[in-house]
């Protein structure tokens, strides 16, 4: 895939959709900026206007979010509408805000149940265990550690900016900018030891994004600039959605060990996330979920609709539980919620073909070239 600067010329009418086999995603056009533009967003792109026409998805009428409507020249993005569509505000995934709320109820309990059996503890003069200890002050564990993690990257991350990662850098002040947020939060490249992965978080007032160091190639370009717009977006829309907040992270305290119910909800972030990801690039999510796939190197042999397709094939108990009792949803779901926009990613239940879906199997019999290695030197 060619940076964004050297691509050929496109043909008239805007460029190609690359994934043609996604629903032939229309591209959004620039449109000029107003005199009302926020004057943080110096250098981001111009916000997208929806062209009339909305583009439909590959399983027939059915429209890209929920009645996405064009988008007039010039609207700021807190003013845009929310959808699963390219176009607008991105959506937040309907199962996140109740799973919150219990998971904060059912933290807020444990945290006072602690703190009177602590209570008692020590008026019967005997030690509470170190699980009462940790829960009665959980707000300073969760302060200490988001302290801690923060401090790590000022100190060993390499922090991008217009002369460091430069590329990186504008990836991130232009999904700031796209999903109208008031100040673009610091970015920093750490070392990746061939983990693909990125994370966001936050201190105080402060909130960053951190990148791994194999998603980009020698030289800090990127080696999937769109698929890295689409994990850059997903990252900073965690920050945008509000999931690096301290008070957040605190109600979801216990969420890690709630079997099913923490699970769920963090996996339901990670859907809301993805769909500022998917605002943010589209046409970076095949490319995306293959390089979490199959890595940043063999991602071209992976075909994104086979894949998506099994989906709805893969079934029984265990990929039932799998999914349930993972913080991310499985890739196979995962690619089927980014490649059907016409409906949120299915956090229980697996996805099911609509009613004149294409018949699956009919792919390419290959998918892209490896470039070969170089020979190793004989010693």
Request: aromatic fraction near 10%; glycine fraction near 10%.
């Amino acid at each position: 895939m060619q940076p964004h600067d050297s691509q050929p010329p496109q043909p008239a009418g805007g460029p190609a959709d690359p994934y043609p086999a996604l629903g032939g995603w229309a591209q959004a056009q620039d449109v000029t900026a107003t005199p009302s533009e926020p004057p943080w967003y110096p250098s981001s792109p111009q916000y997208p206007a929806a062209p009339y026409g909305i583009p439909t998805s590959q399983y027939g009428a059915t429209p890209y979010g929920y009645g996405v409507a064009p988008v007039p020249p010039g609207t700021p993005p807190q003013r845009q509408p929310r959808g699963l569509s390219p176009y607008g505000m991105p959506a937040r995934h309907p199962w996140e805000i109740p799973l919150l709320v219990v998971v904060c109820v059912i933290t807020t309990l444990a945290m006072l149940i602690a703190v009177a059996a602590c209570i008692d503890l020590v008026l019967d003069r005997k030690l509470p265990s170190i699980y009462l200890i940790i829960l009665v002050f959980a707000p300073i564990v969760v302060w200490f550690l988001r302290g801690m993690t923060y401090a790590t990257m000022r100190v060993n991350g390499v922090k991008m900016s217009p002369t460091q990662f430069p590329e990186g850098y504008q990836l991130v002040v232009e999904a700031a900018a796209r999903f109208g947020m008031a100040k673009v939060p610091d970015a920093y490249v750490v070392l990746g030891n061939g983990q693909i992965n990125a994370f966001a978080s936050g201190h105080g007032f402060r909130r960053f994004v951190a990148v791994y160091s194999d998603l980009f190639e020698i030289g800090g370009a990127a080696r999937e600039p769109d698929a890295l717009a689409f994990i850059i977006g997903h990252e900073v829309g965690h920050i945008a959605a509000g999931h690096t907040s301290y008070w957040r992270q605190l109600g979801m305290f216990v969420a890690p060990s709630l079997p099913i119910v923490g699970s769920s909800l963090i996996r339901s972030q990670e859907y809301t996330a993805d769909n500022h990801g998917y605002c943010n690039r589209h046409v970076g999510a095949p490319g995306a979920m293959s390089t979490l796939a199959a890595g940043k190197y063999l991602n071209k042999l992976v075909g994104f609709d086979e894949m998506a397709d099994r989906a709805a094939i893969e079934k029984g108990f265990f990929v039932w539980i799998g999914n349930a009792m993972s913080s991310h949803p499985v890739l196979t779901w995962r690619m089927w919620a980014l490649r059907d926009r016409s409906r949120h990613g299915k956090l229980f239940l697996r996805p099911s073909r609509p009613a004149g879906a294409p018949p699956a199997g009919s792919y390419p019999s290959n998918y892209g070239e490896v470039p070969a290695l170089p020979p190793k030197p004989v010693p």
